[in-house]
Every structure is written in structure tokens, then in C-alpha cells.
């Protein structure tokens, strides 16, 4: 099991850039694939993005490619998540995740972080 602590959300315009940081205690990082989901009022939790252990795999929603990237350091147990080209549409509190394997699948994902709220105006 693994503790999940995100921070570096907040209000950005429309256009506008933030890095969520998810810092990771408890376990052995480098064996757990790292997930940002996100959760907009009134609707359910949606996958973002999620990276191997190592680093070495990514893969993206369709809605946030080319616009967010994700990136691991393990020797300081984070993960990060750039959020470049925001859209008003990109407003919803953000969730890092742990799982023992790379996917998109809510379910899978057994350690969560609190969340942290991402505003974006139009």
C-alpha cells in the first residue's frame, strides 16, 4: 500500500499551464504504475494518463494528448502531470492513483491520493 499526496492545482485562464505533483509514500514506488484521473462535478471519474514504473510507457486519453505529459521521478517518488493549452473543459479535481499494473481502468487503481481542484476559465 501506498500513501498519495497531490498538490499544485488552482485557477490558470484558459490557455494558461500547471504541473500537479503527486508525492508517493509507504512502498517501493518504482514497482507501482502511476495514474492521473480526473472527476468534474456531476460526472464520474475519467482516466488521464498513466505511466510504467520505470518510466519507460505512457499512455494518454484522447483528450489530453499532445496537450498533458506525464513524467516519474522515482528517486524522489513523484510523479508529475504538465497540463499545457488548458480548457475550461479541463475543470475537475484531479486524482493521482497506484496500481500494480499500467491502465486506464478506474477499478484497477487500489491507492489514491485526495485530489486536488483544477479551475480553468474561459
Known amino acids: 500500500q501506498v500513501q498519495l499526496v497531490e498538490s499544485g492545482g488552482g485557477l490558470v485562464q484558459a490557455g494558461g499551464s500547471l504541473r500537479l505533483s503527486c508525492a508517493a509514500s509507504g512502498g517501493t514506488f518504482s514497482r507501482y504504475a502511476m495514474g492521473w484521473f480526473r472527476q468534474a462535478p456531476g460526472k464520474e471519474r475519467e482516466f488521464v494518463v498513466a505511466i510504467s514504473g520505470r518510466g519507460g510507457s505512457t499512455f494518454y486519453a484522447d483528450s489530453v494528448k499532445g496537450r498533458f505529459t506525464i513524467a516519474r521521478d522515482n528517486a524522489k517518488n513523484t510523479v508529475y502531470l504538465q497540463m499545457n493549452s488548458l480548457k475550461p473543459e479541463d475543470t475537475a479535481v484531479y486524482y493521482c492513483?497506484?496500481?500494480?499494473?499500467?491502465?486506464?481502468?478506474?477499478?484497477?487503481?487500489?491507492?489514491w491520493g485526495q485530489g486536488t481542484q483544477v479551475t480553468v476559465s474561459s
Open positions: 492513483a497506484a496500481s500494480s499494473t499500467m491502465t486506464r481502468s478506474v477499478s484497477l487503481y487500489g491507492d
